[in-house]
């Protein structure tokens, strides 16, 4: 999956010397990958991603803002799952959808979701953030590949397996997909 | 020009029985173009606007929300004006831009901002806005075309012109654009 | 029109060495016309202005503040125009009143409003704003004298009339009256 | 003392129909004593004060507002106290300063504070308060004349005085002065 | 009555180079009583308070913080007094409740309140507030033994009893208990 | 593991009759387990946890609340991982701790975090969190446990292990512990 993020840091209550600014502190030029130091309290963040075919982003949160999505080209399946219930008897619900261009989704904030590419072409969407720091959680890289592993003890009550799973999950590939 | 609105006012903080709610409560097919009340405080909108060749999205402020646009198809040229300086003897200051595809530019909260497609073919932005009811006025409408017109002395002393001119103005035809 | 500003941008959240505060820090003499750097997280400013008979305080708006004003002398008719309803075919309305002394009228946030003083006397007010950053935007100025002029193509859409008369307009004196 | 308040609970993001609200919901003729309770989002507080000579308004704090004041006619002697500093061997410090006309002054929020006016005229104030809701606590009726007297055990130990003084202070008249 | 604060003033929006923070900086041993100067934005505190016998927290406010408290050990009798009712014939009402261990009390914001220790043990509670920087105003402390003497005219009126009173209660001793 | 929890929702601004109100509208007697609906405003809830020896509170988030934590008896080891960094190369990072009674731990909002009794004696703590709604995700039940399970390619993609490792998660045994 090739990702490409317009990850807008941006600031409308603007701290510089209103005689120093230029329009530049506005504008960002296509394909900008960095944060913009500049400029931080909008509240708000715009973001593209590109998926290849087949290309997913995997069960991740963003622990500080909502994501409105817009599909622009492609077929994306989405999901998230809801918050434990009040009711211990009630299991988390899942929430899926199979998304074409126009189409707009809502992934609450907080709230684990992915998106998966199941078309045979590119796929790419925009997606709004409520936050100009939305922070992301990718949940198989903090769960399983934090640089020093979560105790042995706690994953396996944790998943209800025994230590040779943990530590095979432990083992695999660490991947920042973005 | 033509406008197709995705004006998403949907809710991170459900109030719904969380059993009746279905996945379609976060889900907007393309080319929806109404607002959907049943969820609303998601505290982000997320629109497409396309433009005809040389059509404009005229001089217009949101009252409750700053806006990040990306270009996806077409050649924009856009600016916003500052607000008052405090020194009042200086002007308040235009920022302007041509953006091609992939380029993002900031509106900041209140600001009168504008587009204007100059390209030959039509042009499509997405715009995140940091508000679920961002408000939009329209400055000629506001001024020139509200249900009663303003005083003519009000308008005739902030302009500085004849009354002629200013009903001249108000005789415009009325058209709301988006 | 005659407009002192006492523009209070004070800060009930100390962020000074609490030994080095003095009562002064809270503490404004009349006839304060300058902005108060030493204190910025109050969330309110007062300021009183004063109209000379057939003084006008033209159509602008307040990017980030509810304004509720008194009157205290005189006799002002004031007015604001409410932003753009859901439905494209229905115009922006205007509501005005005129204001006796001890009267009270509120302008929401982010919408275009004016004060006129229509006696033959002076006439003053207080004002209160719900933030202590609370920009000003002149329509006229913001519209038709920024210091590099708005796209003329843009302005003659927007208003509807021939490029003579946006250049007219453009060609005022311009004036900061607050 | 005598006190008229123009309190202003009202709202800029309006709940009624569109179609259905008149100017007279942003319109409070003078001397309006009531809340008004259609619109209640605002928040800003706008209240006059009006001061017999030697008039108190005795120490009382607003558990939800900064106030900003500013003095119309009359001398005012006013003050507030800050809260507990962090080294507990220092005392609570005391801010006061006498007012003339067009003089301003800060109260923050939930601090203890008085105005007195110390002329023989009357004095006349308008003051700003940074919610729709601000609340008032006059101390001596909280600490002393609640509908059921808080435990005498816990007002003696308190105030390091005997059971005598307290009842004392307890049965003076009550009075609600705003 | 004996006070131990672990009063948390700490920050989950980290403004130090994440590679420089350690876990210490989320960790603070058993009976810290410092503030924690390096993290400042978390919007919350959790302090413990022990109370010897007969120990009393004697009536005062938190300016920016709700209360919500549960007693661990021992039996309380605790309570608040609410704001000025609209109704100027009214008074402020009272709540009062005798706590024992698991009892949960809550104290709105701003509210004048105390706890006492009725019985003839130790009592400890654990109370979280609403504020990483509440605030504490000792009513007797700020009202009758700040730096400076309220001025003697404003608490006799205040008070309604006679000045003799009044200096009596000023020359009681200065205890700072929290 | 033992969980009570004494989830107070309450809200310091009442929008009941005030003349309705009672003192229990402020109290929750010991060992209360319901939401209590009345009052829903506060900013804040206080819960106490009860951990059996070897007791966990296994992996999981609160999508809208940092945790401060104080330890009141046993031992607990405690962590939490980091937000995917800025730089892709970089791994989560894990900060874990140690405590014992007295000592106080800070839970950042959104991160994942746990809590694991590692003494041979029952454990309790006193937990603040900054929301009256904070929300609880339990990661593996979010991931593997859900009403309908996420999609498996999506997993096994995440998670980069075959499906039969990801079918074997997903069969163990549902439980929800708190």
């Known amino acids: 999956m090739a990702s490409v993020l317009l990850a807008v840091f941006v600031n409308g209550k603007i701290c510089k010397d209103p005689n120093m600014i230029s329009v530049d502190d506005f504008f960002f030029p296509g394909h900008t990958c960095d944060q913009l130091p500049r400029l931080n309290t909008l509240g708000i963040s715009l973001v593209r991603i590109d998926y290849a075919p ?7 949160t963003h622990p500080r803002a909502t994501e409105v999505l817009v ?3 492609g077929t994306l399946y989405v999901g998230f799952v809801t918050s434990n219930p009040a009711d211990p008897n009630v299991k988390n619900k899942i929430f899926t959808k ?3 261009p126009g189409d707009v989704f809502v ?10 590419n199941v078309g045979k072409t590119n796929a790419v969407v925009f997606a709004g953030l409520s936050s100009q720091n939305t922070g992301v959680i990718t949940i198989a890289n903090a769960v399983f590949r934090s640089d020093q592993p979560i105790n042995l003890d706690v994953l396996t009550k944790a998943f209800q397996v025994d230590a040779n799973i943990i530590k095979y999950l432990q083992a695999q590939f660490w991947w920042n997909i973005d």
């Open 54 to 60: 087949y290309g997913l982003n995997p069960p991740h």
């Open 71 to 73: 599909v622009v080209e």
């Open 98 to 100: 199979t998304l074409y």
């Open 107 to 116: 992934f609450p904030e907080g709230l684990i979701h992915f998106q998966f």
